[in-house]
């Protein structure tokens, strides 16, 4: 039988399709073919056993289909990446101590405000039920950090923790020590109020719940490098292919305090961007002419604008804990993906003078209130033992990203 060049195409186009369509039918076999953590399959790819779906079944082999992340109430999503952190400014107080360098930040979470009076109120309501009457009088905020010789400042040691009219302000008072015990026990309080709505036996070990993606990851105190990244937001300043144009000595574009007009920001022309202690015995202008730095102590944590993350006040308002051990060389010493210093790792002699930095000595960021403007840039640090506590140092927990985003 003789075929034609056009029979010959026929027959070969056939042939293609057939076997086209025997191997697609091949890796498509229900149970089989390409898995996700979303779409993970009815039956194991190496065994073709079936998964148990079911949350509470302990006796067959379970796999979860819900891949994203519980990120946990109150945090915004930072989106990691390389960036140059240190001093952009010129260093007045000579510590030299975070010059310029680049380094990758991972994705994690930051909370879109400091942690306020009625949040820590929440947490000492509930630690009452767990600890010992004398173990909840060390957790409390040292109210008397408002008090001075010489200044009239007592009363806001019994109002400003107490009355309801600063529950959103700012919780002051408090050491990084008692900063780490609030944040532990937000991740379990938060972790059992999941597992309680989702229907989870209360006998499943964390190991259990991480398998199921109900797990909570930790809250925590950001490394100093998370929080300078994320105080900088220069997600705002991009353009063209991984390029930007210009670095950032506060949270926001400019050189300026105030709001001028080529910035997109709430609030009007020559507003301050940040509640910070103006000049020498200013802290909030005149009466009847405060614009909208009125505030003479802490304010409102949802006051001012956010950065281009949406955190409110990573400059001015309150500074806050980091959880990295102060040296004045970390920023040389360090790792360049995901910098932190935990300990006295390279602590040599010719460095440090060991009896002033001890792994006590922890780093606080951001400017407050009562600091002048040199303070509110994310690049410079300063540090305080790790059990004090004063009115102008608070904090903010953050928490790691998990696995893949959005996929």
């Known amino acids: 039988m003789r075929f034609s060049n056009k029979s010959w195409g026929m027959w070969a186009a056939a042939l293609m399709i057939v076997g086209g369509a025997v191997l697609s039918s091949c890796n498509k076999t229900p149970g089989y073919g390409r898995r996700t953590a979303k779409n993970p399959g009815k039956k194991s790819a190496t065994t073709g056993a079936e998964f148990s779906f079911d949350e509470n079944d302990s006796t067959n082999f379970f796999v979860a289909k819900n891949a994203e992340q519980i990120p946990g109430p109150n945090l915004k999503f930072i989106q990691g990446g390389r960036a140059v952190l240190g001093s952009q400014e010129e260093d007045i107080m000579t510590f030299r101590d975070n010059l310029e360098r680049t380094v990758t930040?991972?994705?994690?979470?930051?909370?879109?405000?400091?942690?306020?009076?009625?949040?820590?109120?929440?947490?000492?309501?509930?630690m009452k039920k767990r600890?010992?009457?004398?173990s909840l009088a060390k957790l409390e905020p040292r109210e008397d950090v408002w008090g001075g010789a010489l200044?009239?400042?007592?009363?806001?040691?019994?109002?400003?923790?107490?009355f309801p009219g600063f529950n959103f302000y700012p919780v002051a008072g408090v050491s990084w020590q008692q900063a780490n015990v609030y944040s532990k026990w937000r991740t379990e309080y938060v972790q059992e109020l999941i597992r309680d709505e989702r229907g989870i036996?209360?006998?499943?070990?964390?190991?259990?719940l991480i398998e199921r993606g109900v797990a909570l990851a930790d809250y925590r105190l950001p490394s100093e490098a998370e929080w300078e990244y994320a105080a900088k937001a220069m997600i705002g300043t991009q353009y063209l292919d991984e390029n930007q144009e210009y670095g950032r000595i506060y949270p926001w574009d400019g050189r300026g305090v105030r709001n001028p007009y080529n910035v997109k920001r709430k609030g009007k022309q020559g507003d301050f961007l940040a509640n910070f202690k103006r000049g020498r015995g200013d802290y909030g202008g005149i009466s009847g002419n405060q614009r909208n730095d009125g505030e003479i102590l802490p304010t409102n944590?949802?006051?001012?604008?956010?950065?281009?993350?949406?955190?409110?006040?990573?400059?001015?308002?309150m500074n806050e804990w980091v959880y990295d051990v102060y040296r004045p060389l970390t920023y040389q010493d360090a790792d360049d993906l995901n910098p932190v210093r935990k300990d006295g790792y390279k602590d040599e002699a010719e460095n440090y003078d060991i009896s002033k930095f001890s792994d006590e000595i922890r780093v606080y960021k951001g400017g407050s209130w009562r600091d002048v403007t040199y303070w509110l840039a994310p690049g410079t640090r300063r540090f305080m033992h790790q059990d004090s506590a004063t009115n102008h140092i608070g904090f903010r927990c953050a928490m790691i990203s998990i696995g893949q985003v959005g996929k």
């Open 105 to 126: 930040i991972a994705n994690f979470y930051l909370d879109e405000t400091e942690i306020t009076n009625n949040d820590f109120r929440e947490f000492l309501f509930d």
């Open 151 to 162: 200044s009239f400042n007592d009363m806001y040691q019994s109002y400003y923790f107490r």
């Open 301 to 317: 944590v949802y006051d001012m604008a956010p950065n281009d993350f949406g955190l409110y006040h990573m400059a001015g308002n």
């Open 131 to 134: 600890v010992s009457a004398d």
């Open 201 to 208: 036996d209360s006998s499943f070990t964390k190991s259990q």
